[in-house]
């Protein structure tokens, strides 16, 4: 591994993985650390890591409550939550793709963020066949560049409102380019009565995010 490491700051180092969801899967070990991408994207520890990094900095969540972070990667998540930004509370991570959870824990070894419930699911059944309630929900569900319809829809997020303690935190990470804002604009509208997002956009030079409470 030392030596992986190493040769990484002269040359990158691939590992390709099949994915059923995201095509082809690459952990490159990259100037001294490992990523996770797709072809298009960003997975973990790369430019997503600084995205989340910066929503977590703007917002005030319970450090202590439980935190449901819907689509895992490769955990760089976890680590900010853990190692940055001291949550001790329970972490419940949902992940559709299996690969994607085996490449988690074998590579980026996501077992030492502890209490840690992982889940394979699909997030939009998750929110609404589960009772729990979380202080905090991270959502993040991108299939390579692009987040799935059906994460835009208010019924999906009015189940997941139905998850939330009274002024839970929520961070959304709503999409890349400028596409994406109409369908963005238009959710933040519809449902601001019962979750308040504030949007900022460009994040990094291209991905927006809805930062908000629970009213």
């Known amino acids: ?15 390709k993985i099949k994915s059923d969801f995201s095509g082809e899967l690459e952990v490159t070990w ?14 973990s520890y790369g430019a997503l890591h600084q995205i989340l990094d910066l929503a977590l900095q703007k917002t005030q969540a319970d450090r202590g409550g439980h935190t449901l972070v819907l689509g895992l990667g490769g955990g760089s998540v976890l680590q900010l939550l853990r190692k940055k930004f001291n949550f001790y509370g329970k972490i419940t991570a949902v992940e559709l793709d299996s690969k994607v959870i085996e490449i988690a824990k074998k590579e980026f070894n996501i077992q030492q963020y502890q209490p840690l419930e992982v889940i394979c699911e699909d997030a939009e059944k998750f929110v609404k066949q589960n009772d729990q309630k979380f202080d905090t929900v991270i959502v993040d569900l991108f299939i390579d560049i692009h987040v799935p319809e059906q994460f835009y829809q208010v019924e999906f997020w009015q189940d997941l409102a139905r998850l939330l303690q009274p002024k839970a935190t929520v961070i959304f990470n709503a999409g ?3 596409n994406q804002q109409v369908k963005i604009n238009e959710l933040q509208q519809k449902i601001k009565s019962t979750i308040s997002f504030e949007k900022i956009e460009h994040v ?8 908000g409470n629970k009213i």
């Open 176 to 178: 890349i380019g400028e």
């Open 30 to 43: 990259l100037n001294g650390k490992k990523v996770l991408d797709t072809k298009n994207a960003n997975y």
């Open 1 to 15: 591994m030392i030596l992986k490491k190493a040769f990484s700051y002269l040359w990158p180092l691939t590992k």
């Open 204 to 211: 990094k030079g291209t991905n927006t995010l809805l930062l």
